[in-house]
Nanobody, 119 residues
Framework: QVQLVESGGGSVQAGGSLRLSCAAS????????MGWFRQAPGKQRELVAVITSSSNTNYEDSVKGRFTISRDNAKNTVYLQMNSLKPEDTAVYYC?????????????WGQGTQVTVSS
């Protein structure tokens, strides 16, 4: 069973920065994709950014130019550097790992870490 442990959340004023980390452990197959999702109160969970094991990335439009996703494959860790934070970025952020065990697709989720941006 793959375990994902997230850290780095907290409270920050608008315009500030936070860096989220997510370390994965267990049997992880390559290629794979790791990503960050977020869920604000009363809203559906949405994709923030994803990165493949070959370092291809994709971002939700509202965070482009402000957030940067990266990963360390040797450590099975993904990061999300969040700059110029806005109150609308306030949400619980979840790390996700998607890989393939043979023909079976697998997705694993972290416990979530709270990000609060005040104005």
């Amino acid at each position: 069973q793959v375990q994902l442990v997230e850290s780095g959340g907290g409270s920050v004023q608008a315009g500030g920065s936070l860096r989220l980390s997510c370390a994965a452990s267990g049997v992880i197959f390559r290629p794979n994709t790791m990503g960050w999702f977020r869920q604000a109160p009363g809203k559906q969970r949405e994709l923030v950014a994803v990165i493949t094991s070959s370092s291809n990335t994709n971002y939700e439009d509202s965070v482009k130019g402000r957030f940067t996703i990266s990963r360390d494959n040797a450590k099975n860790t993904v990061y999300l550097q969040m700059n110029s934070l806005k109150p609308e970025d306030t949400a619980v952020y979840y790390c996700e790992l998607h890989d393939h065990d043979g023909m079976r697709q697998r997705s694993y989720w972290g416990q979530g870490t709270q990000v609060t941006v005040s104005s």
